[in-house]
């Protein structure tokens, strides 16, 4: 069974950091690329980042880029979203999403940037 | 970016009734390989968002036969033959042919 599970949300002020992470499991990780997704409170699923399997392409989400880096460890099974110079929009559930295609999703974590 | 526009916006559906939410495109979601990258999601109460269909089409693992998808280009249609208390949610179409991934602003499904 695939199971995707994310940790690392919490209370940040602005202007801080933060590092996501996703541990993967009852698939070949390192056979697929992963992506994460964001919903702010009450709102749609905004994509935010996407890492292929061999981490050679990244992407980011303009309203990211330059700020959150996605990276994994596929030894580890794991995904990450290492987030700075957070700001009050950042704030939302964050999920990791198995695939170009988004088939599979993790049961999100919470990051709340405010003072 | 491509943008993706859901219509209705929100629904109320008697149980056993069918239903149907439209998604339209910017830009045709047909790729060069054949395939049309076209997915529909549904995101009940309290949790994460789980697919139903991709390309178009085809049901992910595990969805009912009651759930179908068609459509071509930038003219998408979900519907839901037989609607049960279990469908309640928000539905979103998303297109998978580009990065950035976008959606439909989401369809609020009520069963009445």
């Known amino acids: 069974e695939v199971q995707l599970v994310e940790s690392g949300g919490g209370l940040v002020q602005p202007g801080g950091s933060l590092r996501l992470s996703c541990a993967a499991s009852g698939f070949t990780f390192s056979n697929y690329h992963m992506n994460w997704l964001r919903q702010a409170p009450g709102k749609g699923l905004e994509w935010v980042s996407y890492?292929?399997?061999?981490?050679?392409?990244?992407y980011y989400a303009d309203s990211v880029k330059g700020r959150f880096t996605v990276s994994r460890d596929n030894a580890k099974n794991s995904l990450f979203l290492q987030m700075s110079s957070l700001r009050g929009e950042d704030t939302a559930v964050y999920y990791c999403?198995?695939?170009?295609?988004?088939?599979?999703w993790g049961q999100g974590t919470l990051v709340t940037v405010s003072s | 970016d491509i943008v993706v526009t859901q219509t209705p916006l929100s629904l109320s559906v008697t149980p056993g009734q069918p239903a149907s939410i439209s998604c339209k495109s910017s830009?045709?979601?047909?790729?060069?390989?054949?395939?049309?990258?076209l997915s529909w999601f549904l995101q009940k109460p309290g949790q994460s968002p789980q697919l139903l269909i991709y390309e178009v089409s085809s049901r992910f693992s595990g969805v009912p036969d009651r759930f179908s998808g068609s459509g071509s280009g930038t003219d998408f249609t979900l519907k839901i033959s037989r609607v049960e208390a279990d469908d309640v949610g928000v539905y979103y179409c998303m297109q998978s042919l580009h990065y950035p991934r976008t959606f439909g602003q989401g369809t609020k499904v009520e069963v009445k």
């Open positions: 999403a198995q695939s170009g295609g988004l088939g599979y």
């Open positions: 890492i292929s399997s061999d981490t050679s392409t990244t």
């Open positions: 830009q045709s979601l047909l790729d060069s390989d054949g395939r049309t990258y």
